[in-house]
């Protein structure tokens, strides 16, 4: 039922027509790490990205300018909104369920923050170190070759040093530097290989 994505770990977006009800229920992941956009009018039209909704013939691509200027204030949007009046996003954590009849958003989940006043600042950043190895071990599960982006920021060597497999460490910049040769021997000193990527005008980027 409706109650499987809390079997899941991992990041996902899932879309699912139920054929018998006929309704559409789109869902995602508990931060939403995987977006999942929705036209709010007919017809059903649903995307990763907004730009594929608005490729879908008819539909209005009038900017919502109350939602360019909270970005202009904010530097991002809030909530589900989006720059377009009838295109949103569906909220982390959640089922949307859309029917004839209108539409309605079920969460299956939230955040819990318990304090544990017994526990030192130690056993804290070990909990968060266990979380991270799991977390590394779960992504790496099944596959032989493994490549990280490594650009010695504190992100990918975290990666890097909860990996308990054999990683292929690239850096991508314009040239070699010290941000480069830190990763380098970040790489080494973890035993892993390193390569250097050149980025360049026909270096393939989005």
């Not at 991992?10 to 929705?38: C, E, K, P």
């Not at 720059?83 to 299956?108: C, F, K, N, W």
């Not at 318990?114 to 799991?134: D, F, K, P, V, Y």
């Not at 990527?197 to 026909?202: C, N, V």
Request: net charge neutral.
């Amino acid at each position: 039922g409706k109650a499987f994505p809390t079997h899941l770990n991992g990041t996902f977006a899932v879309a699912i027509y139920d054929y018998t009800n006929g309704q559409l229920h789109l869902v995602t992941d508990r931060t939403a790490s995987r977006g999942l956009y929705y036209l709010t009018q007919s017809p059903w039209v649903f995307g990763s990205e907004v730009k594929f909704i608005l490729e879908y013939p008819g539909v209005s691509r009038a900017l919502n300018h109350d939602r360019l200027r909270e970005f202009l204030v904010l530097e991002f949007l809030p909530g589900t909104a989006t720059y377009y009046d009838h295109i949103r996003q569906v909220p982390p954590a959640s089922v949307l369920t859309i029917a004839d009849e209108g539409e309605r958003t079920e969460s299956y989940w939230s955040p819990r923050f318990e304090w544990q006043e017994q526990s030192s600042l130690g056993e804290h950043s070990h909990g968060i170190a266990a979380a991270l190895r799991n977390s590394v071990r779960r992504v790496c599960a099944g596959h032989e070759r493994i490549g990280l982006m490594l650009s010695a920021g504190l992100d990918s060597r975290a990666i890097a040093s909860a990996s308990e497999a054999p990683l292929q460490c690239m850096t991508l910049h314009v040239r070699p530097g010290a941000e480069v040769a830190l990763a380098r021997r970040i790489a080494e000193a973890l035993g892993y290989r390193h390569h250097f990527l050149t980025l360049s005008r026909t270096f393939p980027m989005e």
